[in-house]
């Protein structure tokens, strides 16, 4: 791999990654990249070009939203042809959200886009940020010896693992391995030497052109069912004005009560075009829904299938969907299709 043509922007959002303790008054202050420097010396020995582009201000993850997604998408269409690659900086919160709606929004990504932060920051002795920053900025260059990327896809990098974006979830907020990817292998694990898992990493035979998308609707809701879930909580959620589409959270494989009422709230609603789509849930596994006479009942009545998609995923390729101004029958399709590799068929 030549140097000369090799170069990374570094894009950060904001998070604990980039905080930095001021000495004199012990707070936390956002990063700028001649702090990273002074922490991070390594990033000298790396041959290729490093540039930044800094949020201003940097956004905590708990306030991103699909501004946050459009502006990230537009720093990547406008400078895409520049750069090898692409590191995003980002708080661990939501990192899983924006990384699967990125998959969606960046159609055609032939490059890679590594989202990665940490739990400690990075000026802390016991951080974990130097170690994701590094190896992200490396994975993001990483090139086959015929020059084509290795990993071509939205991902995010943490604790020695790299997964693919939109089948992504947070699972702790003390531990430093912070995110899992339970119903897809990870892409590399990084040890030594980092390893990739190239028979799980998604290629384009043909070189297609990156087509950036910027419409999201966000007209949606997420209906967490539990044992003795009242009627009008759910006809509420419902009767939401302007809702357009319910990530609807089941039992097991794809599992709710048989109640006369609820599939009765659920098929009045998919009947007025509202999309519900089903998702688990349990952390790991698949919704099922003619395994069981529960599952089965909600497929009459208009739900469909999300098979093992995360809620980050179903919510942000919703969002997506909706925003193209698809009819309802056509987002209930594609919702029953992997685009970005965010579902097991």
């Known amino acids: 791999m030549s140097p000369n043509n090799t170069s990374v922007l570094l894009i950060y959002t904001g998070g604990t990654i980039g905080m930095i303790e001021n000495a004199e008054t012990g707070a936390l202050e956002s990063f700028n990249f001649e702090h ?12 290729f070009r490093i540039d930044t582009y800094q949020f201003d201000p940097p956004m905590d993850s708990s306030d991103m939203d699909p501004d946050a997604w459009r502006k990230l998408v537009r720093i ?4 895409y042809n520049q750069y090898t690659g692409f590191v995003i900086l980002h708080g661990t919160d939501t990192m899983a959200y924006t990384a699967s709606a990125l998959s969606f929004m960046l159609e055609g990504l032939n490059k890679p886009v590594i989202l990665t932060g940490s739990q400690l920051p990075i ?10 920053l590094l190896t992200s900025i490396e994975i993001a260059t990483a090139r086959h010896p015929n020059g084509r990327p290795i990993v071509p896809e939205v991902c995010i990098f943490f604790e020695n693992h790299l997964t693919r974006g939109n089948r992504t979830t947070k699972i702790n907020a003390e531990n430093f391995n912070a995110f899992r990817s339970y119903n897809y292998p990870v892409l590399a694990s990084a040890g030594i030497h980092i390893k990739y898992n190239n028979v799980q990493i998604h290629t384009e035979n043909v070189q297609r052109e ?3 998308h910027y419409l999201l609707d966000t007209n949606i809701a997420i209906l967490k069912l539990f044992p003795g879930i009242q009627e009008n909580v759910v006809d509420a959620i419902l009767a939401i004005k302007g809702l357009k589409a319910v990530v609807l959270e089941t039992y097991g ?3 709710a009560p048989l109640k006369e009422w609820f599939l009765h709230h659920l098929h009045n609603a998919c009947e007025q075009g509202i999309i519900i789509v089903n998702v688990t849930q349990c952390s790991a ?3 099922e829904m003619e395994r069981y006479e529960t599952g089965y009942r909600l497929m009459q009545a208009g739900v469909v299938c999300g098979y ?3 809620t980050e995923s179903a919510v942000t390729k919703l969002m997506f969907l909706l925003g193209h101004n698809y009819p309802p029958a056509k987002v209930r399709d594609l919702m029953s299709r992997p685009l970005a590799g965010e579902i097991t068929i």
Do not use: A
């Not at 990273?36 to 041959?47: A, C, G």
């Not at 000026?123 to 994701?132: C, I, P, Q, Y």
């Open 36 to 47: 990273l420097q002074k922490h991070v010396p390594e990033l000298q020995n790396f041959t």
């Open 76 to 79: 990547i269409s406008d400078n």
């Open 123 to 132: 000026g802390v002795l016991r951080t974990d940020g130097k170690e994701n």
């Open 210 to 212: 990156l087509q950036p």
């Open 253 to 255: 494989s794809g599992n």
């Open 285 to 287: 596994g698949t919704v």
């Open 308 to 310: 093992d998609s995360t």
